[in-house]
Every structure is written in structure tokens, then in C-alpha cells.
């Protein structure tokens, strides 16, 4: 494996790092007082951010199967998602942002021509936003299987009945379709074809926005996390994705990519949270000499730099084997990356709020929003409990023979 960046990816690395010095960081007090006026538009700063990125043909990195998109492999593209990562409003300024990565890669794969002149061209220009709604409070979501919510045909139309939360994205004003998950046919023998995908307009008569949920004391504003309940939802047949029974297979094309798309992220929080841990060990004193010269602080810091090394490598290796195999090939270290990179996030960016005190737990750092999403990403796109289950099931078949 060769991990060298060629010349054009150096040159990204280099745009997209001078552009968040420049733009991205100085911009994240202001964009954080402004959210606070209106919690569920996106603030103005962003929108100017983002017309500075397209601008600057920083604009859609992620998606290699578009002609509007960068043309990026995994591999190449792991390097710019690292450094996007640093910052919690980064990715959306680039259009790289979940869950619109996914919602993209989706109508770009799967979606009609339709589909894609309707939805797939304003998310492409970043004049839109969208949620992906699988996830249901009433039945472990971690197994896909147990979804209940209903899509039943009737006529030219869909009719579709269910109970959704944790939907991120729906909250933002700018959230204008929605991907349904949700059983066509619940009695089919083959579990795995009783689901299907669905497009549904924020405004179609029926779909209620109950309330945002919160995520460790957050709301995650202005995409925000939502309740959504959809009461006889009515949209035309044309609405489905790829036909009945697809649903699995949509969704296996979805997350292998944006799981790792997240660990590429939270590779660079990490990286982030231990550079302000550093710093702050070195400026500040206790008991009589800088907290960087106690021994346990040390060992604190190397310990975070060989696991944030660990995690980056295994990603590239993940990237790199997606590339070469695809998604399906790459399942066991789509996986691996997985399990790991939340949890090393977790785990470095919760010695960076110790090393900070008090006020690592605060509005004044990014670390105590950034260990919340990190441990979002324990749960999202599977849990990790799924991840291990997958992997050690097909890791007792290899040796078992």
C-alpha cells in the first residue's frame, strides 16, 4: 500500500488547509452567534462561506460519480475530509456535509433522471438540505429488519404511515426531501426484501415535525435531529428508488461510504483536540511547573497521537481497498474503521476536556460539542455492536473451515 499523495491531492490538501485558516476558523464565533438568533436557519456567514468555497472550486469533494463532483477517489479524498473535520461546520461550507453526502450519492446512483432534476441538482449547488429517515422509536433500529413504518401502493400513489426520530436534518428550515425507509411488503419470507426507499417532500400534507431531540443536552441546531411522524403521507408511485424491495440495497451503497466519510472527519477533530491539548498543557501551571512536564500528561498526549495515527492509517487502508474492490469488498474494514475511529475520538477528545478542566466542558471550546458527535458516530450509520457482530461472524467462518 502506498499512502504517498500525488500532486494534485497535496495541492487540495494545501487549498482546502489555507482556506479553513483563513475563512473557516476565524468564522466559527460568528457563525455560533448568530445560530443563536434563529436556531433552525442556517446563519448568514455560512451561506457566505460556502459561495467563497465555490468560488475557490473547493465545492462537492466527495462525490466521484458526478460530473459535478471532484472526481476524488476514497483514498484521495480521505486527506480533505481529515482537515474538514477539524472544524464542526467545515464540511457544509465545502457541500461535504452528512447527511447529504449520502442523500446525494443515492440520486446520483439510484435516483431517475427526475430524481434528479428535481433533488439531486439544488443539493449539488448547496440550495437545499435533506434527512435520511430510517431510524424508529419504538423498534431497535439497529436491526433494520424491524423497521414498522409502512409505504403501501394505492393507484399511481404511495401511501406511507410511521413514526421516525433521530432524523438528522430535518429540523434546518432548508430541509426539503426526505428518504424514507419503510416496509412494502411486510410479509415477504425474505426479510431483507420488505424494504424500500422513497422520496418525500418536507411539505407533503401529513408529515409532522414533532419536536427536535437532543443529543447529550445539544440540539445539534440548525440541522438538528427530529421526531417526524408521517400520517397517511401521500406521493406518486415515481416517488420510489430503484422499485419495492430495494431498500437494503440502497442502503448498503449509502453507508459504506458515508461511514467512512465520518471517520475521516473525526480523524481530524481528534487531531484538532490533541494540538488545544497540548497547547493548553504547555501554557498552564500546576503544582508549581507546566502541566506539559508532569509525566502523566506525557502520557496522556503520546497515547492520543499513536491512536489518532492508528485509526488515520486504518482509514487509508479502508479507502484504499473501496477503491479497489468497492463497498462490498470492503465491508470487514469499513467496518474495523468503524468500530474504532468513534471510540478514539471519544477517548482523545475526552482526555483534551480533562487536560482543559472546566473549561473543556464549555461554550468557549469546541470540545465538549465535538465529544458529542463523536459519540453520535458510535450509533450512527450502525452501532458498534452491529459492526463487531458482522465482523466476528465472518471472522469465525474464515477460521473455522
Not at 132 to 154: G, H, Q
Amino acid at each position: 500500500m502506498d499512502f504517498d499523495y500525488t500532486d494534485k491531492v497535496k495541492g487540495l490538501q494545501a487549498r482546502v488547509q489555507q482556506f479553513m485558516e483563513e475563512h473557516i476558523y476565524p468564522a466559527e464565533a460568528l457563525y455560533e452567534e448568530q445560530l443563536q438568533q434563529n436556531r433552525w436557519d442556517t446563519p448568514p456567514v455560512m451561506e457566505e462561506l460556502k459561495k467563497k468555497a465555490k468560488a475557490a472550486e473547493l465545492w462537492n469533494l466527495f462525490l466521484p460519480e458526478s460530473e459535478h463532483g471532484a472526481g476524488l477517489t476514497n483514498l484521495e479524498y480521505a486527506p480533505l475530509a481529515e482537515i474538514m473535520g477539524r472544524s464542526l461546520i467545515a464540511s457544509e461550507v465545502f457541500n461535504c456535509s452528512a447527511p447529504d453526502t449520502g442523500n446525494m450519492e443515492v440520486l446520483a446512483r439510484y435516483g431517475s433522471e427526475e430524481h434528479k432534476a428535481q433533488w439531486l441538482t439544488p443539493l449539488l449547488n448547496g440550495e437545499i438540505r435533506s434527512a435520511f429517515a430510517m431510524t424508529e422509536p419504538k423498534v431497535a433500529s439497529s436491526d433494520a429488519t424491524n423497521i414498522e413504518t409502512s409505504i403501501l401502493r394505492d393507484g399511481d400513489d404511495y401511501v406511507i404511515n410511521g413514526h421516525k426520530f433521530y432524523i438528522s436534518g430535518a429540523s434546518n428550515k432548508h430541509c426539503k426531501i426526505l428518504i424514507v425507509m419503510g416496509k412494502t411488503d411486510a410479509d415477504n419470507p425474505d426479510r431483507h426484501r420488505q424494504q424500500s426507499m422513497i422520496l418525500v417532500p418536507m411539505d407533503t400534507p401529513g408529515v409532522e415535525v414533532v419536536r427536535p431531540m437532543q443529543v447529550l443536552g445539544f440540539d445539534d441546531a440548525p440541522e438538528g435531529h427530529a421526531e417526524i411522524k408521517f400520517n397517511n403521507v401521500r406521493v406518486p408511485a415515481s416517488n420510489i428508488l430503484l422499485g419495492e424491495g430495494r431498500g437494503f440495497e440502497i442502503a448498503q451503497g449509502r453507508l459504506g461510504p458515508g461511514r467512512i466519510h465520518h471517520c475521516m472527519r473525526l480523524i481530524g477533530l481528534a487531531q484538532r483536540a490533541l494540538e488545544a491539548m497540548a497547547k493548553r498543557a504547555s501554557e498552564r501551571e500546576v503544582f508549581g511547573r507546566a502541566m506539559a512536564r508532569h509525566g502523566g500528561v506525557r502520557e496522556v498526549l503520546a497515547k492520543s497521537h499513536c491512536e489518532i495515527e492508528q485509526a488515520r492509517l486504518l482509514t487509508l487502508k479502508a479507502a484504499e481497498r473501496m477503491d479497489k474492490v468497492g463497498n462490498k469488498g470492503a465491508k470487514d474494514l469499513i467496518a474495523m474503521i468503524k468500530i474504532v475511529a468513534p471510540q478514539m475520538a471519544c477517548n482523545v477528545l475526552d482526555r483534551a476536556i480533562q487536560i482543559h478542566g472546566a473549561a473543556g466542558l464549555g461554550q468557549d471550546f469546541f470540545l465538549a460539542r465535538g465529544y458529542s458527535y463523536a459519540r453520535v458516530i458510535r450509533l450512527a450509520d450502525g452501532p458498534d455492536e452491529v459492526h463487531m457482530m458482522q465482523l466476528g461472524r465472518g471472522i469465525a467462518a474464515a477460521y473455522s473451515q
